[in-house]
């Protein structure tokens, strides 16, 4: 039942995220079975020793692969156009997996200054120590990236970004990098493959919080690498084999049921998205709305251009401070009050008091994240109780 990588390339994207990877079992189930086994037993030591010294192909321990989560390797590959995923336990330990599998003590990295916190952290506080150096530069300043790239080895970034939704040139960074012999890696968490396949665009590694959009219901942590063979199938993958950051069979699983109906999901996320930004422009007491479908957004034209569809995350500036926007935040009672985006709930979050309260005001200030800043993460409940939950918010400032 199993079919490679190039036979998935003759069908389109919805059937490759219902079916790729597909393999039945003797029982001849329809729903893919989760393998909830640690080992796997041998014929004869003959073919242990096979196994283990990879003369033949096949399982040996779940820490070095397991058959559900390979299904959602192969899925996910399948719909970002690759030869090769690797599935780990969550989207950090995916860009963890990155840098300890393609970087080495004194290498240096150029990133994008618009990251989730914790990417943030990781770089900066923590794979500082271990002789790996960071330079940050505004995403969308292309000319920074050209200067800071000579000597590089990775350059890194997340399109479109948390939380003021800009947008990368995916292009033109895959040609900076490549002119000075870099690799690009873009965090496609937000828009997930079935808005925008970066690989397409020049870039050569993938990087996914399945957590998110993939899961789509918020239930289970889980992250992937995405690239060609060659980049994953040798460092990368003996990272993850070795020091263990695996996805675990059940949530391979849940992402694998998240896949089927990704598609469907991301555009209705999309549409309604989109529709809420066009109300919230026209709110009196708005002072901006950033979403990349609408034409006031900067990168509106380039967002066109490599994304299908404007994705759930918006946000908006109210006119007031901080206490206006808790006052408009505390008045909801259908929105979520929490950080988590991509689910089918939607989520609302005051980032200069959560998501950007660590960071110093001006690095904060430096980030565009003003105390009236509020982001949301539309889901897929009706366009107009949104809009009437929000009216309490407004009517609450
Ligand atoms: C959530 C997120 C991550 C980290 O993923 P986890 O699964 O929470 O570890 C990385 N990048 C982006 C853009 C995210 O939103």
Not at 282 to 289: A, S
Request: charged residues 20%; neutral net charge; contains cysteine.
């Amino acid at each position: 039942m199993s079919r490679d990588h190039d036979d998935w390339k003759a069908y389109g994207p919805q059937t490759r995220a219902v079916r790729a990877g597909e393999r039945r079992t003797l029982e001849g189930e329809h729903s893919e079975p989760i393998f909830a086994t640690s080992s796997y037993v041998f014929e004869s030591a003959e073919q242990a020793f096979a196994r283990f010294t990879g003369k033949e192909h096949g399982n040996t321990y779940s820490r070095s692969g397991n058959p559900t989560v390979r299904v959602f390797e192969e899925r996910l590959a399948a719909l970002e156009g690759a030869e090769r995923c690797i599935a780990t336990a969550s989207g950090m330990a995916a860009i963890l997996a990155l840098c300890m599998g393609v970087l080495k003590a004194g290498d240096r990295v150029v990133a994008s200054k618009s990251l989730f916190g914790p990417t943030m952290t990781l770089f900066q506080n923590i794979l500082t120590r271990f002789g790996l150096d960071f330079t940050f530069v505004p995403l969308t300043d292309l000319s920074a990236w050209e200067l800071a790239a000579k000597g590089a080895r990775l350059l890194f970034l997340e399109t479109p970004t948390n939380p003021l939704i800009e947008v990368g040139d995916l292009k033109s960074l895959a040609q900076i990098a490549h002119t000075h012999g870099a690799l690009l890696a873009v965090d496609n968490s937000f828009c997930s493959p079935a808005l925008q396949t970066p690989l397409r665009h020049g870039a050569d590694i993938i990087v996914h919080s399945a957590t998110k959009y993939i899961d789509g219901q918020g239930r289970c942590l889980g992250g992937a690498l995405v690239g060609s063979e060659a980049l994953l199938g040798g460092d990368v993958y003996h990272f993850v084999r070795t020091a263990g950051p695996v996805l675990s069979p059940f949530n391979a699983w849940v992402f694998l049921k998240g896949l089927e109906t990704l598609h469907l999901r991301m555009q209705a996320h999309s549409a309604t998205a989109l529709r809420l930004a066009e109300w919230l422009e026209r709110q009196p007491g708005v002072r901006r709305v950033y979403y990349p479908s609408l034409p006031s957004h900067p990168q509106h034209v380039l967002a066109g251009r490599q994304q299908s569809g404007g994705g759930g995350m918006l946000a908006f500036e109210l006119d007031g401070g901080r206490d206006q926007a808790w006052r408009f935040v505390n008045a909801l009672k259908l929105l979520s009050r929490t950080a988590n985006l991509g689910d089918a709930k939607t989520t609302i979050t005051h980032p200069a008091t959560t998501t950007h309260a660590r960071i110093s005001p001006e690095a904060r200030k430096d980030a565009g994240v003003s105390e009236g800043l509020l982001r949301v993460s539309v889901g897929l409940e009706d366009l107009e109780d949104l809009k009437r939950d929000l009216e309490r918010g407004f009517r609450a400032c």
